[in-house]
């Protein structure tokens, strides 16, 4: 996925490699996200196959809100976006509210997305979370947002920032976590 920007709006994108080379050619598959303004695309796949885009969108008054659509493959939305979370608390809107950067995490047969919230110029960029409590990930009640931050500023250790992270596997099979962190 890739996203890129005009003076005017800001999508998201699926792009393919022409081969295995990573610093090889590409070819554009399609436009995942429409709108003003969508960054941030990572894809939740269920264990049943189906596919779902998950991504941050701003509304009319320039809030990012997290926003999930439903996909017919890699490279195709198939359904309107549905708002998952918005940026409500004040935690979250630091400068301004943001909801951005969802990456889904699978843990003991649990399913979330840890997101970033506020500004990411701010001190105060955070990670929250959604666990999903239901059974339609479509539906916005199947899922409940942490009350604060799960991960935020320690002035004490002097950590600030520490939003923006993906989840992964090392190469031994230990799930990571990486966030970066300002310092």
Known sequence: MT????????????IEADTTDPLGTYHF????SSGSFSIDGSILQQPDGSLYLLYSKADSLNVNSL???PMSNPWTTSGPPVALSRPTNSWETH???VNEGPTVLRHK???FIVFSV??????DYSLAMLTFTGSNVLDPASWTKSTTPVFTRSDTNW????GHNSFFTSPDGTPRSG???TR
Do not use: H, M, N
């Open 95 to 97: 400068i301004r509210p």
């Open 109 to 111: 047969g649990k399913l």
């Open 118 to 123: 506020s500004a990411c110029e701010s001190p």
């Open 67 to 69: 926003v999930i659509a």
């Open 29 to 32: 598959k399609g436009q995942l």
């Open 159 to 162: 950590v600030f920032g520490p």
């Open 3 to 14: 996203t890129a920007t005009s003076t005017t709006t800001t999508c998201t994108y699926a």
């Open 179 to 181: 966030t970066p962190i």
